[in-house]
């Protein structure tokens, strides 16, 4: 069946930066429209950034010029560069296939992310 298995969670402090990894299994990864989602307490799921099979990436407004997204197709892998974090960003972070109208289909099991002011 379809894994994904989130990395690179921690604390951090504000202005500091973290790379999030999410390893794809049990899917022909480079078929596979990707995304990053986030959920801080208290709120909703939010998507952060989307990463197409071809490569194409769009980015939340409160991420942009700050978080990257990127695919390393032959390692199965996905990351999220997250640079100039501030307390905001704290939350749980999720990786998750998409369709092709960017709904989840599939998720990991989230990985936290702390960032203190």
């Known amino acids: 069946q379809v894994q994904l298995v989130e990395s690179g969670g921690g604390l951090v402090q504000a202005g500091g930066s973290l790379r999030l990894s999410c390893a794809v299994s049990?899917?022909?990864?480079?078929?596979?429209?990707m995304a990053w989602y986030r959920q801080a307490p208290g709120k909703q799921r939010e998507r952060v950034a989307t990463i197409a099979t071809g490569g194409t990436t769009n980015y939340a407004l409160s991420v942009k010029a700050r978080f990257t997204i990127s695919r390393d197709n032959p390692r199965n892998t996905m990351y999220l560069q997250m640079n100039s974090l501030k307390a905001d960003d704290t939350a749980v972070y999720y990786c998750?296939?998409?369709?092709?109208?960017?709904?989840?289909?599939?998720w990991g099991q989230g990985t936290q992310v702390t960032v203190s002011s």
């Open positions: 998750a296939t998409t369709d092709g109208l960017g709904n989840a289909r599939r």
């Open positions: 049990g899917t022909i990864f480079i078929f596979e429209n």
